[in-house]
């Protein structure tokens, strides 16, 4: 070690420089011919969720399953129901489906955080690693009161948002703030919401790391795709604008049949698709039935993320929104994109290079700006790779799951991998590969 130089717990020195500690000699005899080594202990950990579905629960899944068999046991736990599970179990993830979990404060959570204690305190977790408002909350309370020796937090969105009651805004920031000093580590998807953990006193200054949420980029075209357009069921010679996702309040679907009213005024032979289910489907087609505007409702389809691959425009009209996995999925097909700027989301879309942005609850804006990517092809065009480069550059599974491995090793006083000391990301299981990059669906946050 250089004279002077200080090293921190982590292996780190205060420098950022790589660990001293030595890299393993080559082996001296092929591994099969050995005698068999006992198994090492691997590292415990568990993720707490709100709702394991779409969005902050497709990013929790693909962190999960990508972390390094040999080095971690991971497990899962969150609110019964949702589509994901299954997909947790078959890639050899243990799940807990906690009883009495629900997504909105009740009287039954004292309850659901007994359960959370007694699964921390038999399965003894290194770490847990906590998602979305209520699955953040009682996952912290839980690993305090089990005295867990690791706590991490994502910022995958807020629980709350300026569009719901005072009342409920004031309980929701009051717990998220109530819980930061059990945690040890924070992570945000993206440097906006990471500002935003901030500004609302959610996280100290200094403690957020930006890793940008990952997508599945093996399953998602990276142009136009005739065959999604055949699905869809529009001819290629007409224009198609579609947006994906929950229809919730969250991602204001009428705000979605307004702008196609407005759009079909000056484009009449624009065709418009929804793809997804929701508790407000029955009043967003009775909106397009009065407004005369004829929308296809493709209900919730598993291969959204092919479908996109056929739209000629990508729209979302949240009102809040961390990241939006839909629209990352979007940008991956190389679709021109609009989309309302809210919370991380001008972080992925940057306005005239990646996509338009507008305002929020806005229709005649958002109207307009589709119209001008209809109008402006070449441009359109231009923007969607623009946008298709950086999500797979900077969006691949193992660059994410590289930087929360990183963030686990440091907080145990582990050194890096060799390779990403580096600056090489290590292997993920089901992971596809891309550079890591640490500087930087969707479902709603909890």
């Given at each position: ?19 001293s500690w030595p890299a393993a000699p080559p082996q001296v005899a092929p591994v099969v011919t050995l005698p068999t080594p006992p198994p ?206 929950r229809i919730d309040y969250q991602k204001a679907p009428w705000d979605f049949i307004r702008m196609a009213a407005a759009i079909r005024a ?132 193992r660059a994410m799951c590289a930087a929360v491995d990183d963030c686990y090793r440091d907080l145990l006083g582990l050194p890096p991998l ?29």
């Amino acid at each position: 070690m250089t004279k002077g130089t200080l090293v921190t717990g982590s292996g780190r020195s205060a420098a950022g420089a790589a660990a001293s500690w030595p890299a393993a000699p080559p082996q001296v005899a092929p591994v099969v011919t050995l005698p068999t080594p006992p198994p090492l202990p691997r590292i415990k950990v568990l993720h707490v969720i709100t709702r394991f579905t779409a969005g902050a629960g497709g990013n929790t899944l693909l962190s999960a399953e990508g972390m390094d068999p040999e080095r971690y046991e991971v497990w899962i736990a969150g609110v019964p129901g949702g589509d994901l599970w299954d997909r947790a179990r078959a890639a050899g993830l243990r799940t807990v489906q906690v009883p009495g979990f629900r997504h909105t404060l009740t009287p039954v959570d004292l309850l659901v955080l007994w359960r959370l204690v007694r699964l921390i305190r038999r399965e003894r977790f290194t770490v847990v690693h906590t998602h979305s408002g209520k699955g953040g909350f009682l996952g912290r309370a839980a690993a305090r009161l089990s005295r867990t020796p690791v706590v991490v937090h994502t910022f995958h969105g807020f629980s709350f948002h300026p569009y719901m009651s005072r009342r409920r805004r004031t309980a929701y920031r009051w717990l998220e703030r109530a819980t930061r000093r059990f945690t040890h580590r924070f992570l945000a998807v993206a440097p906006r919401v990471a500002r935003e953990a901030v500004e609302e006193r959610l996280a100290p200054p200094g403690r957020v790391h930006v890793v940008p949420s990952a997508v599945d980029l093996g399953h998602i075209p990276e142009r136009f795709d005739p065959a999604a357009r055949h699905e869809l069921g529009v001819p290629r010679d007409k224009p198609l604008v579609g947006t994906v996702g929950r229809i919730d309040y969250q991602k204001a679907p009428w705000d979605f049949i307004r702008m196609a009213a407005a759009i079909r005024a000056d484009h009449p032979g624009t065709a418009f698709v929804m793809i997804g289910d929701g508790p407000l489907e029955g009043e967003v087609r009775r909106l397009a039935a009065e407004l005369d505007v004829d929308v296809t409702f493709g209900g919730y389809r598993p291969d959204a993320s092919w479908l996109v691959a056929g739209l000629d425009v990508f729209v979302t009209t949240s009102l809040y929104e961390g990241l939006g996995r839909a629209l990352t999925e979007a940008l991956a097909t190389a679709r021109p994109v609009v989309a309302t700027a809210v919370n991380g989301v001008p972080d992925l879309v940057e306005h005239g290079a990646t996509g338009l942005l507008v305002p929020p609850a806005d229709p005649e804006r958002e109207a307009r700006a589709v119209t001008w990517l209809l109008d402006h092809p070449a441009e359109a065009a231009e923007m969607g790779q623009q946008g298709r480069r950086r999500v797979r550059t900077s969006f691949a599974p193992r660059a994410m799951c590289a930087a929360v491995d990183d963030c686990y090793r440091d907080l145990l006083g582990l050194p890096p991998l060799p390779e990403r000391a580096a600056g090489v990301p290590g292997p993920a299981q089901g992971a596809t590969p891309g550079p890591l990059n640490r500087a930087s669906g969707s479902s709603p946050p909890d």
